[in-house]
């Protein structure tokens, strides 16, 4: 499993096991302290997932509160509800790589 940001990977017990460009983090060895953090809650609300690493966070609902309408409306928005599509979706924009996600 890689992140698709920095393209550490990790087994399927959350070790680490490459760093690309590990120059740049002076060719340090793969450290046990880099392993994936566990995930201490994880819930969903219409098909949406949620996790925190606080095993004291409230419940998800009550996390969520007033913010389930906007999530509703969101989601909700059609007839046949909200489909994923499966993959890694890549886009070529000519602009600030923050302008996209900001706005």
Sequence with gaps: YA?????????????????PFGEMY???PLD???AAVP????????????GTFDAAAPPLAD???NM??????LVDRREGGTELV?????WIIDCNWKAPAEH
């Design 26 to 28: 002076g060719n340090a």
């Design 3 to 19: 992140c698709r940001y920095h393209g550490w990977a990790y087994n399927r017990r959350g070790a680490i096991v490459d760093v």
């Design 68 to 73: 389930t309408y906007y999530l509703d409306v």
């Design 63 to 65: 996390y969520l509160g």
């Design 86 to 90: 499966d993959g890694v979706h890549k």
């Design 32 to 34: 046990a302290d880099w």
């Design 39 to 50: 995930i201490a809650q994880v819930d969903s609300y219409k098909g949406l997932i949620f």
